[in-house]
C-alpha cells in the first residue's frame, strides 16, 4: 500500500513539476494567440510581412506566449521580444503593465526592442535596421 501511495505521489510530482517549467507557448493562451494572430493591427501586418520566412537571416514567430503574457514578435534564436504599441500602450496604466510584463519575461534572458505603429507604418527601414542591430548585438554577445 505503501509503494502504491509513493509511486502515486512521484507520478504527480513529476506531473507538477513539468507544469512549473512550461512557460513558452502555454496551452491556456493558445486561443488568445490565435486571435490576435488573426486580428492584427496594420503595423502588425506590415511588420510580419517584412520578417517571416527568415528575411532578416533568423526566424520569428508571432504571438508567442511567455508566462501569461503575449509577445508581438519573438526571435527564440536570440531571446528577441519585438513589441509594437498603438494607443493603447500611451497611458500611464498601461505603460506599468508593460514594464510588468517586460520584468517577468526577461527573468527569462528574453530582450525587448519596443517600435510604435506609428513607426513600423512610417519609417519601416530604420525599424528593421534597428532590429538588424539588435539581432547582430545579440548573437555577438555571450
Not at 494567440?33 to 517571416?52: C, D, G, M, P, Y
Not at 531571446?79 to 497611458?91: K, N, P, Y
Amino acid at each position: 500500500m505503501i509503494g502504491a501511495f509513493q509511486s502515486l505521489f512521484f507520478c504527480e510530482f513529476k506531473i507538477l513539476k513539468l507544469m512549473a517549467k512550461r512557460v513558452f507557448n502555454r496551452s491556456e493562451v493558445k486561443d488568445l494567440r490565435r486571435e490576435l494572430r488573426r486580428n492584427q493591427t496594420t503595423a502588425e501586418a506590415i511588420f510580419w510581412s517584412k520578417v517571416r520566412n527568415n528575411q532578416l537571416g533568423i526566424k520569428f514567430r508571432r504571438q508567442y506566449s511567455v508566462e501569461r503574457f503575449v509577445i508581438d514578435f519573438y526571435a527564440p534564436e536570440v531571446r528577441l521580444a519585438i513589441e509594437l504599441d498603438g494607443a493603447v500602450h500611451f497611458t500611464d496604466e498601461a505603460q506599468a503593465r508593460d514594464a510588468e510584463r517586460e520584468a517577468v519575461i526577461a527573468q527569462y534572458g528574453i530582450t525587448f526592442l519596443r517600435f510604435t505603429n506609428t513607426e513600423v507604418e512610417t519609417n519601416l527601414t530604420g525599424v528593421l535596421e534597428a532590429v538588424r542591430l539588435k539581432i547582430e548585438a545579440l548573437r555577438t554577445s555571450p
